[in-house]
C-alpha cells in the first residue's frame, strides 16, 4: 500500500496558477504509475492526468490539456501537478492516485489501488 498526501491546494482568481504536490510514502514509489482526479460537488470524480512510472508517458483529459502539466520526481517521491489558467470550472477537490506500473495509460479510477485525501482548488470568477 502506498500512502498519499496532497497539498498545495488554495483559493485562487480565473487565470491563476498553482502547483498542486503529493508525497508518497510505503512502498517504491518508481513502482508506480500516478494519477490525478478531481471532484466537484455534486458531481462525480473524473479523470485530469496520469502518468507512468518514470514520467515518460503522461495523458490528459481534454478539459484540461494545455493547462496542466503533471510532473513526478521518483527522488522525492512525489507527483505534481501544476495548473495554469485556471477557470471557475476547475474549482473542485483534487486527488492523487497509485497505481501499480503497467503498459496501460491508466484513466479510470478503478485502475488505482491508493488514494489521497485531496485538497481543494477553488476558483473564483
Known amino acids: 500500500q502506498v500512502q498519499l498526501v496532497e497539498s498545495g491546494g488554495g483559493l485562487v482568481q480565473a487565470g491563476d496558477s498553482l502547483r498542486l504536490s503529493c508525497a508518497a510514502s510505503?512502498?517504491?514509489?518508481?513502482?508506480?504509475?500516478m494519477g490525478w482526479f478531481r471532484q466537484a460537488p455534486g458531481k462525480e470524480r473524473e479523470f485530469v492526468a496520469f502518468s507512468n512510472w518514470n514520467g515518460g508517458r503522461t495523458y490528459y483529459a481534454d478539459s484540461v490539456k494545455g493547462r496542466f502539466t503533471i510532473s513526478r520526481d521518483n527522488a522525492k517521491n512525489t507527483v505534481y501537478l501544476q495548473l495554469n489558467s485556471l477557470k471557475p470550472e476547475d474549482t473542485a477537490v483534487y486527488y492523487c492516485?497509485?497505481?501499480?506500473?503497467?503498459?496501460?495509460?491508466?484513466?479510470?479510477?478503478?485502475?488505482?489501488?491508493?488514494w489521497g485525501q485531496g485538497t481543494q482548488v477553488t476558483v473564483s470568477s
Open positions: 510505503g512502498r517504491t514509489f518508481s513502482r508506480y504509475d
Open positions: 492516485a497509485a497505481g501499480r506500473s503497467g503498459w496501460e495509460i491508466k484513466r479510470g479510477a478503478r485502475d488505482y489501488e491508493d
